[in-house]
């Protein structure tokens, strides 16, 4: 069988975490229907984590991160798919107990897998990757609870990171007025050239006031960081206001008052993106080749090799990605 180029994770006898670019043989993979040449992955928070040995992530290693792959079927034993069919994979338990889309093949069971929808590239479904599909389920969330464009501005936090700017890019274009909060100053002309309205610095969104309702700002949210944050926006949603709760980048706790609940009647709605249902995903993914297909794709997206991938992984440690990151798995 032929060798591969992976990222490979291993834990030292003092439980150090390593990580070198080796080969590996097609034999190694886990067991599943369809073999795939990975062409392209991306780089999410969640392959930080993996790549650092966080256990709530992957508990075992050694092993191979990413969450997102994007290529073409190598071997099928699925009458679903067929050697040549351009796919993408992202979730389910790929990256995380699954060897992941950093290495040059992977194999997944056929249920993982979606064809690439007509209208997107490999490399531009993988410039969206988990990232984008976790924000567009965030506002096809917002839409199903009635929000609007009419209805006013939303907020999205961690507005420069994966999520938050292509949530902040996919609103704009649909027609909503952005406010982007961002712990990134020179962020500020990137923001604002994906469409936000108002850059907010994240100081004032941080609300530790402990005061159960602040004043109402926001028809609606995306959430993409948790804690104080999190907070701020429930407690400054308009009346009825809806907001979407995926990410923990600044904590996972989140202290509140029933009140913005019970006297304004907002919601909270909490996204997944790894477990979404097929039927859901092929949904999302078919907006994200039409109608949330952004200008601003390729301008938000910095490819990098597999070689080039360390690097990046403490950025997005220490909070500091811009935009997404693409890894071209064959250069
Ligand atoms: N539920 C799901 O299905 C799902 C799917 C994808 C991602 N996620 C989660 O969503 C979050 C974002 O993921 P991502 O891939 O977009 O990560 P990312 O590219 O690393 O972006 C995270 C952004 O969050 C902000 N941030 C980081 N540390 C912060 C802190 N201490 N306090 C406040 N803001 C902070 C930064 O943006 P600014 O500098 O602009 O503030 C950063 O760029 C992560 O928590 C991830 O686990 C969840």
């Not at 984008?132 to 507005?159: D, I």
Request: aromatic letters at 6%.
């Amino acid at each position: 069988m032929p060798s591969f180029r992976a990222l490979v994770v291993e834990e030292t006898a003092d439980k150090r975490f390593i990580r070198r670019i080796i080969d590996r043989t097609v034999d190694d993979l886990p067991k599943g229907d369809v073999l795939i040449k990975v062409h392209y992955s991306s780089l999410n928070y969640k392959d930080a984590l993996s790549a650092s040995g966080n256990k709530g992530v992957t508990r075992r290693y050694p092993h191979t991160p990413g969450v997102d792959a994007a290529g073409e079927v190598a071997a099928s034993d699925s009458r679903l798919f067929g050697a040549g069919d351009a796919v993408l994979v992202t979730g389910f338990d790929l990256g995380m107990n699954t060897d992941g889309g950093l290495g040059q093949y992977i194999r997944v069971p056929a249920a993982w897998v979606v064809p690439l929808p007509a209208g997107l590239t490999l490399k531009q479904s993988m410039i969206f990757g988990t990232a984008g599909f976790t924000a567009a389920l965030s506002l096809l969330r917002l839409e199903e609870a009635g929000v609007t464009p009419a209805g006013g501005a939303v907020l999205v936090t961690g507005a420069s990171g994966g999520v938050g700017s292509l949530a902040t890019a996919i609103l704009a274009h649909s027609g909503y007025t952005v406010s982007a909060a961002s712990g990134k100053p020179a962020a500020q002309t990137f923001l604002t050239d994906l469409g936000a309205a108002e850059i907010l610095d994240r100081q004032a969104v941080q609300d530790t006031s402990g005061k159960p309702l602040l004043p109402a700002r926001f028809a609606a949210a995306i959430d993409t960081v948790g804690g104080n944050i999190l907070a701020f926006a429930i407690r400054s949603a308009q009346y009825g206001g809806v907001i979407t709760c995926c990410g923990n980048a600044a904590s996972p706790d989140l202290h509140l008052t029933v009140y913005p609940f019970i006297l304004r009647g907002v919601r909270l709605i909490g996204i997944d993106s790894a477990e979404c249902p097929m039927s859901v995903r092929l949904a999302v993914w078919e907006r994200l080749a039409s109608e949330w297909k952004i200008d601003a794709l390729e301008r938000i997206a910095t490819e990098i090799s597999l070689d080039e991938v360390e690097e990046h992984l403490e950025t997005m440690l220490t909070g500091g990605a811009t935009g997404r990151y693409v890894v071209n798995m064959q250069r």
